[in-house]
């Protein structure tokens, strides 16, 4: 079993940028994919981003794609996301996940969620 605990969500204005955190706990970090979704009010949670393992291939949602940079550091056991250019539909909870295997391409492949963090993009 996994644990996974976001942070660094808030409040911020269009075209302004935030980093999200994720640590993980309780299984060996290292050797799954991790990845992060979102859920905005009245939607479906919906696939952001996710990386591989060792971090050599990233997936992007099309909405985000240029804009969010996914990251993990193995010895941290922490994934991140640097959301820049933000935008008022990116407004969110934004949710943490572990794959269950060692790559994951979309939501599909994900098994554990964290609780979850608000980003509110301002206009």
């Known amino acids: 079993q996994v644990q996974l605990v976001e942070s660094g969500g808030g409040l911020v204005q269009a075209g302004g940028s935030l980093r999200l955190s994720c640590a993980a706990s309780g299984r060996s970090f290292s050797s799954y994919a991790m990845g992060w979704s979102r859920q905005a009010p009245g939607k479906e949670r919906e696939f952001v981003a996710a990386?591989?393992?060792?971090?050599?291939?990233?997936y992007y949602a099309d909405s985000v794609k240029g804009r969010f940079t996914i990251s993990r550091d193995n010895a941290k056991n922490t994934v991140y996301l640097q959301m820049n250019s933000l935008k008022p539909e990116d407004t969110a909870v934004y949710f943490c996940a572990a794959g269950t295997r060692f790559i994951a391409t979309s939501q599909a492949d994900f098994g554990s969620w964290g609780q979850g963090t608000q980003v509110t993009v301002s206009s």
């Open positions: 990386i591989r393992w060792n971090g050599g291939s990233t």
